[in-house]
C-alpha cells in the first residue's frame, strides 16, 4: 500500500488549497483514508476521513464549514478540500489509511494508531 500526499503550500488567511492523497495497493480498493494533522510543537490531530466503499465521512469540529473531504474512486484519490483557512490550520497534513470501517467509528476513526499505512507529509503554511 502507498499514500502519496500533495497539494500543500503557501496561502494567506482565508485562502483555500486542495491537499490530494493518492491511494494504491489496497485489495479491490476498498479503504478508508484519514487526514492528520501535525503543528510544531502540537500533537497529532485527526481532521478528517473518508471510506471508499459508500463515501462515509467525518470531520473535526474546528474545520466544518471550511474543509470537504471528497473521493475519486476512478483515481484512486481522495481530497481534501480547504476553505476559509485560518492561522491555526498551519501544519504537516498527512493521509493514512486502513480498512473502511474505521471512518465512520466514533471511536475508531480519530485515532492515528488504527491507520496502518501513512503517506509523507504535506507542508500547509497559513501566513500573510
Known amino acids: 500500500v502507498q499514500l502519496q500526499a500533495s497539494g500543500g503550500g503557501l496561502v494567506q488567511p482565508g485562502g483555500s488549497l486542495r491537499l490530494s492523497c493518492e491511494v494504491s495497493?489496497?485489495?479491490?480498493?476498498?479503504?478508508?483514508i484519514g487526514w492528520f494533522r501535525q503543528a510544531p510543537g502540537k500533537e497529532r490531530e485527526w481532521v478528517s476521513c473518508i471510506s471508499s466503499t459508500d463515501g462515509t465521512t467525518g470531520l473535526t469540529d474546528s474545520v466544518k464549514g471550511r474543509f470537504t473531504i471528497s473521493r475519486d474512486n476512478a483515481k484512486n484519490t481522495v481530497y481534501l478540500q480547504m476553505n476559509s483557512l485560518k492561522h491555526e490550520d498551519t501544519a504537516v497534513y498527512y493521509c493514512?489509511?486502513?480498512?473502511?470501517?474505521?471512518?465512520?467509528?466514533?471511536?475508531?476513526?480519530?485515532?492515528?494508531?488504527?491507520?496502518?499505512?501513512w503517506g509523507q507529509g504535506t507542508q500547509v503554511t497559513v501566513s500573510s
Open positions: 495497493g489496497f485489495p479491490y480498493n476498498y479503504y478508508a
Open positions: 493514512a489509511g486502513d480498512l473502511p470501517a474505521v471512518c465512520g467509528s466514533y471511536y475508531l476513526e480519530k485515532r492515528s494508531s488504527e491507520y496502518t499505512y
